[in-house]
Each structure stands twice: as C-alpha cells, then as structure tokens.
C-alpha cells in the first residue's frame, strides 16, 4: 500500500545548522509529495511541494528533490533557525482526485540558540 | 487569504457523550477531509468527503462517526458516544484544483 516513512526525531541543532529530516515513500501510482509543517499550537500547513520526479520544492529556504530512484523526498535547509522549531511531516498523494494524503509520523526539530 | 476554520478549537466531554466538530472548508474547495492526531502521534487520515458523499474512509471511522456537509458552507465531524480514545486533535481540511490540502487550525478533543 501506499505509505510514507520518515526520520525518527526529535531532532536538536544549533541555530545555522545544516538540516536533513529523511523521509521515502511506497506508492502505487505516481505520487505528489509534500512537506507540512506544525508550529506549536498550530494547524499543519503545506511547506513545500513537488508533483513529478526531479522536481524541487522550495521554501522558506527549505527545499526537497523527488527522487524517483531512490524513492524520497528528503528535506533540507542550510541554516536553520530558532523559528524553525516545528514539526515536520512528509506526506505523498497518489492521485490527482482528491484521495486521501498519507502522512509521516513526523520530525520534531528544536533549534537552539 | 483563504483559510479552513474550526470550532471549536477545545472540546471537554464525558466519555459516552456525543461531539460534533464543525468546519468550514475554503469556499471554492470540493473535496473535505478529516484527519485525527493522537497526542504524540502520526497524523491519521479519517475521511474524505466529495460530492455530498463519503469517498473514502478509514478503518478508525468506523459506525461511531459520521460526517455531513446540512448547507453550502459547513462541514461537521459528529462522534456518537465519544470514547477516551478518541480524544485528540482533529483536523478539518480542503484540497482546490491544485490539489494542496489546506488544514484548519485544529480542534481539541478530550474524552473525560
């Protein structure tokens, strides 16, 4: 079935720190993928995207390449910050229908001053 | 900007009562959806909603829940006779055309 398996956290780093949060996918189709993200006490909201294989998202200096080879959508950020405390969630979609999104256990990422 | 809104955003209930959450999704959005999650756990998908009709459901919705769209605005969650498992955060949410699931804010559920 179609599932999504990420990174184990929590997460720390020291602010400017280099950020990955790992996350691969099963799919059946041809998934979009995403990356949410959860501040505290906070709904989720979408971070980033990306609907094909190669392509990037990007936000907020966050970025993710769907890697079709390999099966991943892994984040990354080159200097993290104190407010990019939160957490994170990959999730994929298979079709473009609106069928349900699966989501990752989520990340949760502390940065220290 | 457009935005999913929920209330209400905290929930106190005894255990056997009925709960109903309510939404309203983004106003061009077809597609509703509900997802549930447990205090330090994953995101579990619930239901989703299309056409003023279930289009798909989880094994966690089960004859306990229902959802119902009663005018052209609202999106309601109802739980029977709540359970103390069932308390967590539910989170309403709306895809549009470019198929980003937008989430309201949340709102908390605690089963006494």
């Known amino acids: 079935g179609d599932s999504v398996t990420q990174m184990e956290g929590p997460v720390t780093l020291s602010e400017e720190a280099f950020l990955t949060i790992n996350c691969t996918y099963t799919?059946?189709?041809?998934?979009?993928l995403f990356w949410y993200v959860q501040y505290p006490g906070e709904g989720l909201q979408l971070l980033l995207k990306?609907?094909?294989?190669?392509d990037k998202g990007s936000n907020k200096g966050f970025e993710a390449t769907y890697r079709k080879e390999t099966t991943s959508f892994h984040l990354e950020k080159g200097s993290v910050q104190v407010s990019d405390s939160a957490v994170y969630f990959c999730?994929?979609?298979?079709?473009?229908?609106?069928?349900?999104?699966?989501f990752g256990t989520g990340t949760s990422l502390t940065v220290i001053p | 900007e457009p935005e999913v809104t929920q209330t209400p955003s905290h929930q106190v209930t005894q255990m056997g009562q009925e709960v109903i959450l309510r939404c309203v999704p983004i106003?061009?959005?077809?597609?509703f959806y509900w997802y549930r999650q447990i205090l330090g756990q994953k995101v579990e998908f619930l239901v989703s909603?299309?056409?003023?009709?279930?289009?798909?459901k989880s094994e966690i919705f089960d004859d306990q829940f229902s959802v119902e769209r009663p005018d052209g605005s609202n999106f309601t969650l109802k739980i029977r006779s709540t359970k103390l498992e069932d308390s967590a955060m539910y989170f309403c949410?709306?895809?549009?055309?470019?198929?980003?699931?937008?989430f309201g804010e949340g709102s908390r559920l605690t089963v006494l």
């Open positions: 949410a709306s895809t549009g055309d470019r198929g980003e699931l937008f």
């Open positions: 799919a059946t189709g041809y998934p979009s």
């Open positions: 990306a609907t094909k294989a190669d």
């Open positions: 106003s061009n959005h077809l597609y």
């Open positions: 909603f299309y056409n003023n009709e279930i289009s798909e």
């Open positions: 999730a994929l979609r298979v079709s473009n229908t609106g069928n349900q999104f699966y």
